[in-house]
């Protein structure tokens, strides 16, 4: 069935970058929307990035700022986000999502289907 498992994650200082992945198997990141959430502790589940039809990617402006790019390799079957110019504020549990369809569902958590387990990243300042 339908698995997804991040990695990538890790400490970093804040300013580097990181790439997470996130591995896909049951089915092929191409034929579904894709996406980034996060959650640090205390908190929601957050939006911070998906791609539908036709590559179309939507972030959320106000944590993501230009600094994020979400995209996907059919080739691997992997999803990716890659993050630069790391800050503290960044510092969360980044889960890899997969929606109903192509079309991205929407922002919120309860709209996607299908969860990974989670890759913990942390920014030091």
């Known amino acids: 069935q339908v698995q997804l498992v991040e990695s990538g994650g890790g400490l970093v200082q804040a300013g580097d970058s990181l790439r997470l992945s996130c591995i896909a198997s049951?089915?092929?990141?191409?034929?579904?929307?894709m996406g980034w959430f996060r959650q640090a502790p205390g908190k929601g589940r957050e939006f911070v990035a998906a791609i539908g039809y036709n590559d179309r990617s939507t972030y959320d402006e106000d944590s993501v700022k230009g600094r994020f790019t979400i995209s996907r390799d059919s080739a691997k079957n992997t999803v990716y986000l890659q993050m630069n110019s790391l800050k503290p504020e960044d510092t969360a549990d980044y889960y890899c999502?997969?929606?109903?369809?192509?079309?991205?569902?929407?922002?919120?958590?309860?709209?996607?289907?299908?969860w990974g387990q989670g890759t913990q990243v942390t920014v030091s300042s």
């Open positions: 049951g089915f092929t990141v191409d034929t579904l929307a």
């Open positions: 999502a997969a929606g109903p369809n192509r079309l991205v569902p929407g922002r919120r958590a309860s709209d996607w289907d299908k």
